[in-house]
């Protein structure tokens, strides 16, 4: 069974705090991906990974990076966390490739910042 | 600048009946498009896709359809159920890209 988890279910952080997100996948996908969730606006890309320690932007990279160091895992970074950070947070892993392979989803962590 | 659409943010259906959910794009160098299935508190789940060369694909209940003219796919869901509750996201793939641009959602309820 497939399996994309996230180090966090809920988290509430403080303005001004470094945040970390952690997404692990066991497919041995090498496409990772970071995701923001909030209402009226779906899901909006942030960055993604295509390979260990190969990154790109994605449309709202802005006060957020992202390290990836094993195949498997996937980081996202406030670097100081703010109230427009709040949100759902979804990690997703596929195929490799721009073959409209599908991807395998996290159950999100919601973050609040207060 | 939103890519991929969908304007209805809502939709009731009758348990039984057919549910059909629309997405419209304005890139014609996308790949392929796909649909997701969230439910609340869970990351969404792939349900269909289908390639940019055919006008249909069919996987059991759920059907999605392809207008390339008129840069429009829908997603029919036959006989609907209540566990199809949920929120449903059209994404599409760009030519070359590893990217999928996503629309903003429809939440669909089926009433038993």
């Known amino acids: 069974d497939v399996k994309v988890t996230q180090s966090s279910r809920y988290l509430v952080k403080r303005t001004g705090e470094k945040v970390f997100l952690e997404c692990v996948q066991d497919?041995?996908?090498?496409?990772m991906f970071w995701y923001r969730q909030d209402p009226g606006l779906g899901l909006r890309l942030i960055y993604f990974s295509y390979d260990v320690k190969m990154k790109e932007k994605g449309d709202i990279p802005e006060g957020y990076s992202v390290s990836r160091e094993k195949k498997e895992r996937f980081s996202l970074i406030l670097e100081s966390a703010s109230t427009n950070q709040t949100s759902m947070y979804l990690c997703?892993?596929?195929?490799?490739?721009?073959?409209?392979?599908?991807?395998?989803f996290g159950p999100g962590t919601r973050l609040t910042v207060t | 600048d939103q890519q991929v659409k969908q304007n209805s943010p809502s939709l009731s259906v009758q348990e039984g009946r057919i549910s059909i959910l629309n997405c419209d794009y304005t890139?014609?160098?996308?790949?392929?498009f796909l649909w997701y299935k969230k439910y609340p508190a869970e990351g969404p789940t792939f349900l269909i896709s289908?390639?940019?060369?055919?006008d249909k694909n069919e996987d059991g209940r759920f059907t999605v359809f392809l207008n390339k003219s008129a840069k429009h796919l829908s997603l029919h869901i036959v006989p609907s159920q209540p566990g199809d509750s949920a929120v449903y996201f059209c994404?599409?793939?760009?030519?070359?890209?590893?990217?999928?641009?996503f629309g903003t959602g429809t939440r669909l309820k089926v009433l038993a």
């Open positions: 997703a892993s596929s195929l490799p490739g721009s073959l409209g392979y599908e991807q395998y």
């Open positions: 890139n014609s160098m996308f790949d392929y």
């Open positions: 289908i390639s940019s060369i055919k």
């Open positions: 994404a599409a793939t760009p030519s070359g890209t590893y990217k999928y641009i």
């Open positions: 497919m041995d996908h090498e496409n």
